[in-house]
């Protein structure tokens, strides 16, 4: 095929296809490796050191799952009383992508990696970076307007948060036969 | 056209559907009965538990497609429209109401008395317990004496609960568990409870009665017919005389085929907004204002109670999330006494953990991090959170009213409906006085345990609501008599929600069920 040809091809394609789908479809659905360190890296700031590296490194795994089970174009819990279509967005992934890039960027020009920074620095780029994506208090669930934001969520939301706040195996969201609820929660602590 | 005879025609497939098909292939086997609801059927209970999983963690809708988008209405309390209604996702409550929602104008001039004795209700309530396999307390209260025993025991009261029902009878107040739709132990193909707490949302067991069971069970041995997917549009009046002859429908993947329903008897079965509804649409030349609406109250009287809803925080310790869904009732004030000023409430209590939740900044404002923010959220658990709620006897107007909106209209042209609910003069006059009332519950109670309130706020729509067709014994002044069939036309019913006269003041869904239950024998007789 001659290269004038191919060009000539290629412009009319350019002409019919439909770039913003393209686009799209373009975007990253997924963590990179990278991002996936330096969030490792984050997540020790945002998540209480009694979990201990496993549980911190764990949760970022899952957190990282989730991502992936995410589903765009859902309807969304309708609400009782006055209710509402709404549907889940695009996924979060490449706005994560781009805040954990900024966050890094952040870091180094404030001299170095992330966990090489001090407790404050990191407080004061976190701090802009929330405020920035218009996060004003802790997320119901992840909900794509900021990773580290969500990732704290994901994990302060859950069953097993409560359970280590109040050091009791309540098993929120445990299926579990309805006995177990009469009594007071054992302590989750001296559990193995 | 394609056609489908039958002896009765059940339009809806909600709870009082699944109930009144039940109950009539029980009494008259073999009758013919097809159940018509406008949406998809979701028989899937083996997907449940993993709809409740996304629905924790992603907040999706965990009944994946139960409501049709242009097929909804200002002023509706849910988008669901499905096998099974909004019984998909109901919490399960099953209060009784009391002899004075059935007396109010005969006891207190007010609002009106519904046609039907109490001891006659009290049976039909037994029943529809029966059906629903309710899990209960019998009340402290002499006056809510029954006349059978629950047929489960109570749901045993989490740690929780324990604790706040001692709390709360501090205040001489007392409180009985929540009675509920839920099995202790595996009743009529549907598991028992596992604590997955999502009542309100999706049961995977199926503990919490769902009607998508009972329909199943009918279908399999073709006691009914479930037709699905299927809009009915009209009810068509016969051109002499006053019955029905059809019921005209479109089905979703063929919009421009009309379907034709032609039974002995129609019966409306569609909740509070749609029964109303169809009503209004199938005007004609003959019945310009509708069908069975020679009163003009087809659409008026809508009806449900307002909530004021307060939390108290004491200092008893509770772990929040052992069992959420469930809580304590009083009846206390479900009776005034007539010489004095008319309030009547229900009371609940619930474990709660509004204002000790995590948060991620401080009060200053300081964003807290990691073991900055477990210690914050640790040192606010200390005591606990109490949720309380009182649903509040309130009694519509006449212009309290559903009605057809021009503006808005469905796929085939159809006017939606708006609902706009308006109280009587007697209600707008004792307003203050009853929230000063309720108030003063609220702080009664939580004078124990160092208790204080920590906020109050209230609905800004009525639960449960129902009327549009409201039951009495004048034409003049009803819809339907007291079994719900239409004065205007014999072989027309409207049961269940929208033939209640008044509200009531705690859950309705029971209520709901015993009236279409009490109608089922005259239906199969009809």
């Known amino acids: 095929m001659k290269r004038r040809t191919l060009l000539q091809w290629a412009a009319a394609l350019a002409a019919v296809l439909p770039f913003e789908r393209i686009r799209l479809l373009a975007q990253p659905r997924d963590f990179t490796p990278q991002a996936i360190d330096l969030l490792r890296e984050i997540a020790p700031t945002v998540l209480p050191s009694a979990l201990g590296a496993g549980r911190i490194a764990a949760m970022v795994d899952q957190f990282v799952v989730w991502t992936r089970g995410y589903r765009e174009g859902v309807p969304l819990a309708h609400g009782y009383g006055h209710p509402r279509l709404v549907r889940s967005g695009p996924t979060p992934v490449p706005a994560y992508l781009a805040q954990l890039a900024a966050l890094d960027a952040d870091a180094r020009a404030a001299g170095g990696r992330w966990a090489s920074l001090d407790l404050e620095r990191r407080r004061a780029i976190l701090d802009a970076a929330f405020t920035k994506a218009g996060v004003r208090g802790l997320p119901p669930r992840p909900t794509g307007q900021h990773v580290v934001a969500d990732l704290t969520a994901f994990y302060f939301r859950s069953s097993e948060a409560n359970d280590d706040c109040y050091n009791a195996l309540i098993n929120r969201e445990e299926c579990r036969p309805i006995v177990l609820t009469t009594t007071k929660p054992e302590p989750k602590a001296g559990r193995g | ?526």
Not at chain 2, 77 to 86: E, H, K, R, Y
Request: overall charge neutral.
């Open chain 2, 1 to 526: 056209m394609p056609v489908h005879e039958t002896d009765v025609c059940i339009i809806g497939g909600g709870i009082t559907s699944a109930m009144l098909a039940r109950k009539l292939s029980e009494l008259k086997p073999g009758l013919g009965i097809i159940v018509v609801e406008a949406g998809k059927s979701i028989f899937d209970v083996q997907n449940r538990g993993r709809y409740r999983e996304r629905a924790i963690a992603y907040n999706e809708h965990p009944w994946p497609g139960d409501f049709i988008e242009d097929q909804q209405a200002d002023g509706i309390i849910s988008m669901t429209m499905a096998v099974g209604g909004l019984a998909l996702h109901w919490g399960g409550a099953c209060n009784r109401f009391s002899e004075e929602d059935l007396r109010l104008k005969s006891m207190y001039g007010l609002a009106a008395d519904w046609p039907i004795e109490w001891a006659d209700m009290e049976r039909a309530y037994c029943e529809a317990e029966r059906r629903l396999n309710v899990s209960g307390e019998p009340s402290p209260h002499p006056e809510d004496r029954r006349s059978e025993p629950y047929p489960q025991r109570p749901i045993p009261l989490s740690y929780n609960l324990q604790v706040l029902k001692k709390w709360a009878e501090q205040s001489g107040i007392k409180f009985s568990p929540l009675p509920m739709a839920r099995n202790l132990s595996p009743f009529e193909g549907r598991g028992s409870c596992c604590v997955y707490d999502t009542c309100g949302e999706v049961c995977p067991t199926g503990a919490r009665y769902s009607p998508d069971f009972t329909f199943r069970q009918l279908m399999g041995p073709k006691k009914i017919a479930l037709h699905d997917r299927t809009l009915v549009r009209r009810l068509v009046p016969d051109d002499t005389t006053p019955t029905i002859v059809a019921a005209r429908a479109v089905h979703q993947d063929r919009p421009d085929e009309v379907v034709e329903y032609r039974a002995k008897t129609f019966v409306v079965a569609s909740g509070y907004c749609w029964s109303s509804h169809l009503l209004l649409l199938s005007s004609s030349a003959r019945y310009p204002n509708g069908l069975a609406n020679r009163s003009g109250l087809v659409g008026r009287y809508m009806n449900g109670h307002r909530f004021l809803n307060a939390t108290a925080s004491i200092d008893d310790q509770t772990f929040p999330g052992q069992n959420m869904t469930h809580s304590l009732i009083s009846r206390e004030f479900f009776r005034c006494a007539p010489d004095k000023p008319f309030v009547r409430h229900d009371t609940r209590v619930w474990e709660s953990s509004a204002g000790r939740d995590p948060r991620l900044r401080s009060p200053e404002g300081k964003l807290l991090l990691g073991d900055e923010l477990m210690a914050d959220w640790r040192s606010r658990t200390k005591g606990s959170s109490v949720r309380l709620r009182a649903y509040v006897d309130v009694h519509p107007s006449a212009d309290s009213r559903l009605t057809l909106d021009p503006a808005k209209k469905n796929r085939y042209g159809d006017p939606m409906p708006k609902i706009e609910h308006r109280f009587d003069d007697q209600t707008r006059a004792r307003e203050a006085a009853t929230r000063a009332h309720v108030n003063a519950v609220f702080d009664r109670l939580a004078k124990a345990s160092n208790g204080k309130i920590v906020n109050r706020s209230e609905g800004d729509y009525l639960d449960h609501p129902g009327g549009g067709c409201r039951m009495g014994t004048d034409p003049a002044t009803s819809v339907t008599d007291s079994f719900g069939r239409t004065h205007d036309h014999e072989n027309l019913f409207v049961v269940g929600a929208p033939t209640t006269p008044t509200g009531g003041c705690t859950n309705g869904t029971l209520t709901f069920v015993a009236l279409t239950l009490r109608a089922a024998e005259k239906i199969a007789a009809a």
